[in-house]
């Protein structure tokens, strides 16, 4: 008799490392470790998540209506184009299950979001990076890996973990070279923190195109990561064919009502995003002046590069016998590089503090 068998593809997923939130013998560590906001969510998003409790036996909206309509009140978009997710990352595996199954290819750039390969592996797909240049997303390296099995091409933009971004020019020609049949999806969940001109998160492209859908979520300016909320926002196929593969309650009650809060709060997220402009110019600033490598971000997080694994290694253990949780980046093939989440001050101090003890220079 032979044991249950998964499906060819499953056994070669290696799982999830989430960014750590404790550390052995020491209460109240920093974490700096999962691009959380460290201000936390909207005071009346916790308020709505709160009132929640009372209604704890009652099914949520399964079409989360009122959420829908105020993220398309907030961002200027057709409730009817939008589909609510228990995070992006069920998005992203509802996408990909829908469109793509075994000999089906997932592209997307070399040191891309993780989710992308483990959910393309998790339907039979086979997962394809293109190279980057400049740790950045490389266009022309997309098009030239695309092959007649590509079913999506993702891009996280910005990207984590190395920050960069790609314009909004670059996203035109992404798509305008790519097959009508190739989805592009655009994953846009750090969009909020950047302020530069040439940005888009892609919604007017997904507004105006039948094959490009944008990702956002609540867990990360809007400091819901608990309650696992997400959005897709695209054209009304793609949008019909997620409702049709979602569960018919993907997103709680409680997320629901703290992400209809919190998307309210314009001032909360306003004050996240000036917050993170401040201390994410001063870690880049602070900790290349210690002689490393910190390619410029314009998200929530820098990543920072040492010599070789090693080094990377041993810093992050000093860091943590500071009571200081970062993230290694070995699973993205940047072994060398550790990822650090812009946090609060005093956060961000005892992390220069304890890496500048590190590097000798304190
Ligand atoms: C680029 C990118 N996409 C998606 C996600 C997933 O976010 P969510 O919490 O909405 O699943 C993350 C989380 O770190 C991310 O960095």
């Not at 590069?305 to 070995?330: C, K, N, P, Y």
């Amino acid at each position: 008799m032979s044991n249950p068998t998964p499906r060819p593809g499953i056994m070669d997923i290696a799982p999830y490392v989430g960014g750590s939130h404790d550390l052995p013998g020491i209460d109240e560590p920093i974490v700096l470790s999962a691009n959380e906001n460290p201000l936390g969510p909207s005071p009346r998003a916790r308020e709505a998540f709160a009132a929640e409790a009372e209604r704890l036996h009652r099914y949520p909206d399964g079409g989360a209506e009122a959420l829908r309509a105020a993220i398309g009140k907030r961002f200027g978009l057709d409730p009817a184009r939008i589909v609510c997710g228990a995070g992006s990352d069920e998005l992203i595996s509802l996408l990909i299950g829908a469109y793509a199954g075994p000999g089906d290819e997932i592209l997307y750039s070399q040191y891309g979001f993780l989710m992308y390969a483990i959910s393309a592996r998790a339907a039979g797909a086979t997962p394809v990076t293109a190279p980057e240049r400049n740790l950045t997303a490389d266009v022309d390296a997309l098009l030239a890996a695309v092959t007649e099995r590509t079913r999506i091409v993702f891009l996280a933009n910005p990207n984590n973990p190395t920050g960069s971004y790609l314009p909004r020019s670059e996203l035109e020609r992404l798509r305008d070279n790519l097959r009508d049949d190739v989805l592009l999806a655009i994953d846009a969940a750090y969009a909020e923190y950047v302020g530069i001109e040439d940005y888009s998160a892609g919604a007017e492209l997904a507004a105006q195109r039948d094959n490009v859908i944008m990702l956002r979520t609540f867990s990360k300016i809007f400091g819901l990561a608990s309650q696992r909320l997400g959005w897709a926002f695209g054209p009304p196929g793609v949008v019909d064919v997620l409702n049709r593969v979602r569960g018919p309650f993907n997103t709680t009650a409680s997320a629901q009502a703290a992400g209809i809060a919190a998307v309210a709060d314009v001032e909360h997220a306003e004050a996240s995003r000036v917050h993170n402009d401040r201390w994410l110019a001063w870690l880049t600033q602070q900790v290349g002046g210690m002689g490393l490598e910190v390619p410029p971000s314009v998200g929530n997080f820098v990543l920072v590069r040492f010599a070789g694994a090693d080094q990377a290694e041993a810093a992050t253990a000093h860091l943590m016998s500071r009571g200081v949780i970062t993230r290694r980046m070995a699973g993205y093939g940047l072994p060398e590089s550790i990822r650090v989440t812009v946090g609060l001050e005093h956060e961000n101090r005892a992390l220069v503090d304890a890496l500048g003890e590190f590097m000798g220079m304190r």
